[in-house]
């Protein structure tokens, strides 16, 4: 197979399709499955995703990034890119593979072919990355510009020198995930002696999850960065670093590693021993600034390891068994310039100490900005357990997460000059109880410990089963992954604690005495179920975030909150325990004393019913309400919380999705806040909406009616709105769009029409030129109609070049006609709409011709006698026709058979013929052509005499006779003298069985059935049938009608 690019000069028939990028001459065809973005001189082809089989074709010389990632590509020739010689990047990664290659027993052939060659002639492309292609071997043929170079998750499981003997140029190499649990090889990953040695200015080099055994030789001095992160290297020598002077970062983590309770396939060293790192391994990296060291089951770490590293900024040693070296700190004399020191999960098994014991040489980490110490796991914290780290004036993060904490003395912190982040999640903090005696700590296992849902959980945190770094990640992630410890939305606003995710089901307003600079306040999922009046939080007075989400919260009173003056975040969300209780109190009145409140979340609690029956806030601006019951607020009948949100004076954003609402009532619509900016009513199971309500939101910018089951929409939005600028309509029901819905629509940039059930918007849409202001347009997922009627459509596409349709030649498909379906919208051939008066007359003659010719066919098979005896009888009357009067019959019988057929012949005239004439004792005068035919006469007259002449006609039936046209004639001539003289003469002897579908045999055995006689199979029967045969032709064929037939005709 082979593709061959066309260039747009060769394609005169794209020209009508183009669009125009910008103002420079750069212009693309609409039927391009790709989107196209220009940033100052680059030029971005993002045709990610799109089930491509291929490089799309026809593509502008100019073209800098090509994004292919996420198709179905599976082979890639020199052709593919021929004429791109300005492309700088391309994206192949994950390119999937079809069954039958994915169930191949050879790996090699499972992924995608790359011809050699392929990207030789692209002299300006530095980026090129092919991930999960299933690539058994590095691409020949490799331009000298190629800068970066990644291929993770293949199958390669070699690298040798002369590989990378032409790429000269590269400086970045990732080769991660060739071979590991996830992509299994069975056999270790071998990189060759001095594999990578002619990479002379090679700067990054990742080979994380490759089963190597050992680091490999002769790396270039020129690295900056090494990933050797899970591999099965169990010993650095002194050596394996010496000519590495420039690295700064360096990653050896899961070599080795801690499998207590990893949540991935793990396989530690024999014994669970440590890796093996030579006291002076370390001795040449003057320049290392980051040093991860995780999960490799140290157990003690020399201080010898950082006698030269002096510019250390980062080490990680989560993951090990740090216990001691916490506690003695020998290591940390050698630090002075480090930043972030994270110990993390460092625990011994099966011990649950009281406190934590903290190295006073902690105190010597004097440019200490961040220290993690989740999961060291002890039960209480106290002001001299983190005497060491009071005195790091550069410390701002203290990360003391999933310690199982029971007691702590929060006051301590306070202790610290300049720390901004407390990190306290995920312990078992309970409330300070007067009188309580905190000494006294009851005995448990930490492993009862229960990790509940958070507030930061659902956008930020990854899962615990993504242990694989993401693309453009380094492989350290997976140990020490980047997401935030507190919100930054939270974080923004100061110094912040978070105390989420623990047992303080009771707020103690002593309990955070001192805290008075804390402007961000965690305290989701901890269980409170406290009814708030206003004193909690009495010591937060510069309070301006307070999360609060996944409790079980009772809003009994109206000053809830009332000490927090400043307060300008707040989230309630899942707090659902009492809301969902009725008949108790349920007051959100709160708002009013928080002067300075301007969000406020109540998602997901079900709210049904309230004290009060409206909000009132002259400050808030947003007010997240979705995932409640504003169905039954509103319910019809009930006006009760018509103007739930009118007093929200100042409120721009506004949130009612996930509320069951089938439809809002005028009035409460009529009551929203006319201060609107944004409105968000998805989700919902609105089938109607009140378009003419948005005339009162003069601010309105965004409306998103997306997941209802609208099926209509305004007849003239510009009538309804003059400011909205983006609507959001997609899964919906909407079939058609009226006519002048877009008439004057200026202010409207973007619409989402996607995933509805548009089959045209021709009428709506091509009238109106000021649709130029329209920037983005969403059709995807929409059964399109594709006929001749679309092509003013297709035409204001190619016209409105400016107009984004996303996914145009990809999702923007047809559904009817048959042969259209599956086929891009884009692609109609207009041309053949062109000449529909000519399609339409050539149609209607051609139908005529048709017609007339299987009419006439029809009738000569059906109705030729009944044509031919109309026609002669009519001219015989004409001409001037009388009957003549019927002489006596000559013969009793005129045998009408295939005289070519000899056994025929025979028959008739040895045996038929003996049969009726000479034995008996009645004899019956046959007549016979051979015998009785004048000589001379035409045959037609002496047929038509024989049986005019005789009383019966007997018509002797073979397969063969049936198809002659004596026997038609002889026949037809038969049935005229049924219809002229009323004299049914015809008898049928069948000696083969023939004319089975006959309509008239049929007929001819139910009204007259001695008329119809088959030879017998069995010799015995022939007398019987001699007998009928004479009965029949001596009487009347009228006489032996059957009366339940004759009956039913008279």
């Known amino acids: 197979k082979s593709m061959t690019m066309v260039s747009l000069a060769s394609l005169p028939f794209f020209f009508p399709l183009l669009s125009p990028l910008h103002s420079s001459c750069l212009y693309y065809p609409r039927t391009l499955p790709c989107d196209v973005s220009v940033n100052n001189s680059s030029v971005i082809l993002d045709c990610s995703a799109r089930q491509l089989r291929s490089v799309p074709a026809a593509m502008h010389g100019n073209v800098t990034e090509l994004k292919l990632s996420d198709n179905l590509i599976n082979e890639v020739f020199k052709e593919s890119f021929q ?130 055994t050992r680091v490999p030789s002769k790396l270039p001095s020129s690295l900056r960065k090494l990933y050797l992160s899970s591999n099965k290297i169990k010993t650095i020598n002194q050596d394996d670093f010496n000519e590495l002077p420039n690295v700064e970062v360096l990653d050896l983590s899961g070599n080795c590693p801690r499998c207590y309770n990893a949540p991935y396939p793990c396989e530690p060293c024999s014994g669970d021993s440590a890796i093996q790192i030579h ?57 002075p310039y480090l930043e972030v020191l994270d110990l993390s999960f460092n625990y011994a098994r099966k011990s649950y100490p009281r406190y934590i014991n903290i190295s006073d040489k902690f105190s010597n980490l004097v440019s200490l900005q961040q220290l993690h110490l989740r999961g060291y796991v002890f039960k209480e914290l106290k002001s001299k357990h983190l005497r060491p780290l009071m005195n790091l004036t550069k410390l701002y993060t203290l990360n003391l997460g999933v310690n199982f ?33 905190n000494s006294v700590i009851r005995r448990e296992s930490v492993q009862n410990h229960v990790i509940r849902s958070r507030s930061i959980d659902t956008d930020l945190e990854p899962s615990v089963n993504s242990m694989l770094p ?33 047992s303080i089901f009771f707020i103690d307003q002593q309990q955070f005495k001192g805290f008075h600079d804390i402007a961000c306040l965690n305290l989701s999922s901890n269980g409170i179920g406290q009814a708030l009046n206003g004193s909690e939080f009495i010591f937060l007075p510069n309070l301006k975030y307070l999360d609060l989400s996944f409790n079980k919260l009772d ?23 009492y809301f969902i209780v009725s008949g108790i109190t349920h007051r959100l009145g709160f708002t009013e004393n928080l002067p300075y409140l301007k969000v406020l979340n109540l998602s997901y609690n079900a709210i049904f019913t309230l004290t009060e029956p409206n909000l009132t806030s002259s400050s808030l601006k947003e007010l997240v309400f979705k995932g409640n019951r ?42 929203l806040p006319q201060s609107l900016i944004e409105l968000h009513i998805t989700n919902n199971e609105l089938k109607h909406f009140d378009w003419t309500a948005l005339q009162q939101f003069e601010n309105l910018t965004l409306l998103d009616l997306s997941s209802n089951k609208l099926s209509f929409v305004t007849d003239n939005l510009a009538s309804c709105t003059a400011s909205l600028q983006r609507l959001v309509l997609q899964q919906n029901k909407i079939s058609q769009l009226a006519d002048g819905f877009f008439n004057k629509a200026r202010s409207l940039l973007h619409l989402d029409l996607s995933y509805n059930e548009l089959r045209s918007i021709n009428q709506s849409i091509r009238q109106y030129d000021n649709l130029i202001y329209l920037e983005l347009l969403d059709l995807k997922g929409n059964p399109f109609e594709c006929t001749c009627a679309t092509v003013d459509f297709k035409n204001w596409i190619n016209h409105y070049v400016n107009v984004s349709i996303p996914r145009l030649a990809t999702d923007v498909i047809c559904a009817t006609p048959g042969d259209q379906r599956g086929k891009s919208i884009i692609s109609l051939d207009i041309y053949a709409c062109t000449l529909d008066n000519v399609a339409a007359i050539c149609f209607s003659v051609s139908f005529f011709i048709i017609l007339t010719i299987m009419m006439t066919a029809i009738t000569k098979h059906l109705f030729y006698w009944d044509a031919w005896y109309i026609y002669y009888f009519c001219t015989a009357k004409l001409k001037g026709y009388k009957s003549l009067g019927m002489t006596k019959a000559l013969y009793d019988a005129y045998i009408a058979y295939d005289t070519k057929d000899m056994t025929v012949t025979d028959w008739v005239i040895n045996e038929l013929r003996f049969r009726l004439e000479e034995n008996g004792d009645k004899h019956i005068l046959l007549c016979l052509e051979e015998r009785d035919w004048e000589p001379g006469k035409a045959v037609i007259d002496n047929l038509a005499q024989s049986i005019h002449h005789s009383r019966k006609t007997i018509f002797v039936l073979t397969e063969r006779y049936v198809k002659n046209g004596n026997f038609k004639t002889a026949f037809y001539i038969a049935l005229q003298r049924l219809m002229d003289e009323n004299t049914d003469v015809i008898v049928f002897i ?37 007998q009928n045969l004479k009965s029949v032709v001596l009487t009347e064929n009228y006489k032996r009608y059957n009366s339940l037939y004759t009956d039913s005709i008279k």
Not at 476 to 502: A, E, H, R, T
Not at 556 to 577: G, M, Q, R, T
Not at 1000 to 1008: G, N, S, V
Request: some cysteine; glycine content about 4%.
């Open 470 to 502: 993401a693309e453009g990640q380094s492989s350290s992630s997976v140990y020490n992954p980047s997401f935030p410890l507190i919100k930054p939305q939270c974080s923004m606003y100061g110094k912040s604690l978070d105390l989420s995710l623990n």
């Open 279 to 335: 006291p002076l391994a370390f001795q040449h990296l003057k320049n290392l600034q980051n040093l991860n060291l995780s999960s490799t089951s140290l157990i003690s770490l020399p201080a010898s390891w950082f006698y030269n590293t002096t510019q250390l900024k980062v080490l990680h040693l989560e993951f090990n068994y740090l216990i001691k070296e916490i506690a003695s700190g020998e290591f940390l004399l050698q630090l």
């Open 83 to 212: 004429g791109l010689n300005n492309l700088m990047k391309i994206d192949l990664n994950r390119n999937q593979y079809s069954k039958a290659e994915e169930e191949a027993h050879d790996l090699c052939k499972k992924g995608m072919v790359i011809e050699n060659g392929t990207f030789a002639n692209l002299t300006k492309l530095r980026e090129l990355l092919a991930d999960e292609n299933h690539l058994c071997k590095i691409p020949v043929g490799m331009p000298l510009s190629l800068t970066s170079l990644s291929l993770r998750h293949n199958n390669m499981l070699s690298v040798r020198r002369q590989h990378f003997s032409e790429l000269t140029q590269l400086k970045e190499l990732y080769m991660d995930g060739n071979c590991y649990y996830g992509n299994p090889c069975e056999k270790p990953f071998l990189a060759d002696h001095g594999a990578f040695s002619d990479l002379t200015i090679l700067t990054v080099l990742s080979l994380a999850f490759n089963n190597l």
């Open 555 to 577: 809003l009994a009173y109206h000053y809830a909150f009332y000490e927090l003056p400043k307060l300008e975040v707040l989230d309630l969300s899942y707090n659902i325990h």
């Open 405 to 437: 904490i029971k007691q702590i003395d929060l006051s301590v912190f306070q202790l610290f000059a300049n720390l901004t982040t407390i990190s306290l999640s995920d312990n078992r903090i309970s409330p300070i109880l007067e009188g309580s005696n």
């Open 990 to 1026: 069948l000696l083969e069985p023939v004319l089975q579908h006959s309509q008239y045999l049929r007929l001819r055995r139910r009204i007259c059935k001695s008329s119809v006689l088959d030879w017998p199979k069995n010799p015995h029967a022939e007398g019987l049938f001699w």
């Open 630 to 671: 504003l169905d039954i607020l509103w319910k019809h009948g009930d006006n009760r919380y018509i103007n739930i949100f009118k007093n929200l004076c100042n409120l721009t954003h506004l949130d009612i999705s996930h509320n069951r609402l089938s439809e809002i009532p005028t009035k409460a619509f009529h009551s």
